[in-house]
């Protein structure tokens, strides 16, 4: 996992250790000690999506490129508030 300020900018887990909560430690980590609430994730990858979800964020935005202008469209996801 990789952070900036308030956001996830990765998270990789590797496929032989999915579903083992390996990936929800590390969200409530990252939202617990370092105080993340945004994650950025491209659209097709929608297993990512939904975990994100999950794991209680929403869609905010949508962006039609990523950040490097390429036609890959980007969820933009926020933690709900409490």
Do not use: W
């Amino acid at each position: 996992m990789g952070t900036s300020e308030d956001k996830i900018e990765m998270l990789f887990v590797s496929p032989n250790e999915m579903r083992k909560g390996i990936g929800t430690l590390l969200i409530k980590y990252a939202v617990n000690t370092l105080k993340i609430n945004k994650v950025d994730v491209n659209e097709q990858n929608e297993q990512a999506a939904k975990f994100y979800q999950k794991m209680g964020f929403c869609v905010i935005n949508r962006s039609e490129l990523d950040n490097e202008g390429k036609p890959y469209p980007i969820l933009h996801l926020a933690l709900k508030e409490k």
